[in-house]
């Protein structure tokens, strides 16, 4: 009996500790980790010896930023945690933005190779050093807030507050009010800055800084509904650090 209540005992404790199986299929979820990490070793260990060297650590980028998003919320958000949560059904423009990208850097390299060629200009690489500097600081900043706020972050946007749901304002919230949108919008514009793309560095911008300007707006009505004065104060004291965002 008193193995059968234990055994009871555990389920419902398992239960608030893994995530659930039925949301995380385990041949999808390896198979996508699979890819990710050979697309990821293909592109690094070929980085040697092709030319176009900053487009494979793109690729590199792209595939660790994704991985991390499951990862993370895996580890922190057990909850949570579902096959969408490698972020890789972002949505069309997402997808579309990244083929430009890769697109503008092949047509360029094709036709303008020495605007690739970094060695040659001192403006050149200093863009490309602040972009793996954007690239390094985003994910960092990405991958803390998301483990800082726990069980509080979610990939949707909540529109009830849930029990488990609590205002967060240490760690990286203490300086960046959404460090999430921070790390993701200076990760993307660094992804840009290797790949000395003048055209999509401006559509980065543009996309990124209206999708995160309309879903700070939105995601505040709702955090000030759930946390009333609490998020006021917040919003008053930590600033968003994404430029002309208030
Ligand atoms: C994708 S997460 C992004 C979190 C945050 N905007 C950031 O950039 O780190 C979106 C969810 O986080 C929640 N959220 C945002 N800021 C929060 C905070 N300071 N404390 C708790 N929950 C927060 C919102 O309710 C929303 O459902």
């Not at 592109?43 to 176009?52: N, P, Q, S, T, Y």
């Not at 529109?159 to 460090?179: A, E, M, N």
């Not at 993701?184 to 911008?205: D, E």
């Amino acid at each position: 009996m008193s193995r059968v209540t234990n055994s009871m005992d555990k389920s419902s404790a398992d239960v608030n500790r893994y995530a659930d199986i039925s949301n995380n299929p385990l041949h999808t979820v390896t198979f996508t980790s699979f890819a990710l990490g050979t697309v990821l070793g293909l592109f690094l260990g070929l980085i040697k010896v092709v030319k176009m060297k900053n487009l494979n650590a793109y690729i590199v980028f792209l595939c660790f930023f994704h991985f991390m998003e499951y990862f993370i919320t895996a580890k922190y958000n057990p909850l949570k945690v579902n096959q969408d949560s490698f972020l890789l059904n972002n949505g069309s423009v997402y997808i579309l933005c990244h083929l430009i990208a890769t697109l503008e850097y092949v047509i360029e390299y094709i036709f303008y190779p020495n605007i690739k060629v970094t060695g040659h200009s001192k403006f050149r690489f200093s863009i490309i050093v602040a972009g793996y500097l954007c690239i390094s600081a985003g994910q960092a900043i990405r991958s803390l807030a998301m483990s800082t706020a726990g069980k509080s972050f979610s990939h949707v946007l909540q529109t009830k507050k849930k029990k488990d749901h609590t205002l967060i304002q240490s760690g990286v919230y203490q300086w960046f009010r959404h460090p999430s949108y921070f790390g993701f919008f200076w990760w993307a514009l660094g992804t840009q800055m290797i790949l000395l793309n003048p055209v999509s560095f401006t559509l980065f911008a543009v996309v990124l800084w209206k999708f995160f300007h309309d879903r700070i707006k939105t995601e505040e009505i709702y955090l000030i509904k759930f946390f009333g004065d609490d998020y006021i104060k917040f919003k008053t004291c930590v600033p968003v650090r994404i430029p002309f965002i208030e």
